[in-house]
């Protein structure tokens, strides 16, 4: 991979307008470009050119290379041992939250990836799950002392796209009380008891993402496209604001225009103005790029 650069706060606005990202979240989001203001979230977004084959497969070595480098940026230790050691301990009882649907699931080199890091930081096996749907029926996550979240980017029918902050939406029994106004209140799931100051890492997947869709559970492979990224950090509302900036960029490449996600994904948004969950204002995000900048789209 190539040396990782530190991009700034006016490099992490460049490309797809902030004018248009802020029509894709259904809010507004003015620029601000102060000295003063200090970036409050790092956000790892980590790519290789031959993550995803040309036949669709996934390199498991690949992955597991770019995850070690993304979090070695990120906490700023001197090795994956170490990294772990530092997000958890080998006391806690972790459930890692996937994600399994059909057409664009977690991929399991992502999953294991992150089992064997939780290991090499000394949780017995018996102490990790790795779930989706049936987690309020798995005692490891009803048990959990840590989280991990991790899925893949997508356009969605209920909320624009579905990201972090949606994945914990199986942490209730009855989701749809989510879906008012687009499903705006997304980011109550992470303050449930069963979810609160448990989230000790998050993986949003960029490897094949979803850019576009219509109608419930829609999936047409033609609006995927081989980005071959991951995106890491401690915040999932930064990391899903990014996200979108990348969604955003590439429906604007495919159709030649700003085309408005429907609905609006301004759960984003509202994840830090109205539940100061974390960030979605640019400024205060810090976008680290490594390894792949071909179409890099930020």
């Given at each position: 991979m190539d040396e990782h650069k530190h991009v700034t706060r006016r490099d992490f606005?460049?490309?797809?307008?902030?004018a248009a990202l802020g029509m894709a979240m259904g809010v507004s989001l003015e620029a601000q470009d102060s000295p003063e203001k200090i970036p409050q979230s790092r956000v790892i977004l980590v790519r290789h050119r031959d993550a995803v084959g040309v036949d669709g497969a996934i390199n498991a070595a690949i992955i597991g290379s770019m995850l070690d480098q993304a979090l070695i940026t990120l906490t700023g230790k001197a090795?994956?041992?170490?990294?772990?050691?530092s997000i958890i301990r080998p006391s806690d009882i972790v459930g890692i939250k996937s994600n399994v649907w059909g057409p664009l699931p977690t991929p399991a080199a992502v999953e294991n990836y992150l089992k064997e890091g939780c290991l090499s930081a000394g949780v017995s096996e018996k102490n990790i799950a790795i779930d989706d749907r049936g987690i309020l029926g798995n005692e490891i996550f009803l048990k959990a002392t840590a989280l991990i979240n991790t899925r893949p980017l997508r356009t969605h029918h209920w909320s624009g796209?579905?990201?972090?902050l949606k994945n914990y939406i199986m942490f209730v029994p009855e989701p749809w009380t989510y879906h008012d106004n687009s499903c705006a209140d997304l980011a109550k799931l992470h303050t449930?008891?069963?979810?609160?100051?448990?989230?000790?890492?998050?993986?949003?997947?960029?490897?094949?993402?979803?850019f576009h869709g219509v109608g419930a559970h829609h999936f047409d492979k033609n609006f995927t496209w081989r980005y071959n990224g991951l995106l890491v950090g401690f915040d999932p509302v930064a990391l899903d604001a990014v996200?979108?900036?990348?969604?955003?960029?590439?429906?604007?490449?495919?159709?030649?225009?700003?085309?408005?996600?429907?609905?609006?994904p301004h759960h984003i948004?509202?994840?830090?103005?109205?539940?100061?969950?974390?960030?979605?204002?640019?400024?205060?995000?810090?976008?680290?790029?490594?390894?792949?900048?071909?179409?890099?789209?930020?």
């Open positions: 606005i460049k490309g797809a307008s902030l090795g994956p041992n170490e990294v772990w050691k796209v579905g990201g972090l449930l008891p069963i979810t609160k100051n448990k989230t000790r890492l998050n993986v949003l997947v960029m490897l094949t993402p979803l996200g979108l900036k990348i969604l955003v960029a590439k429906r604007r490449e495919y159709f030649g225009e700003d085309r408005p996600m429907k609905p609006s948004a509202f994840a830090e103005s109205r539940h100061h969950l974390g960030f979605a204002d640019p400024n205060k995000i810090e976008l680290i790029k490594l390894g792949w900048e071909e179409g890099i789209l930020i």
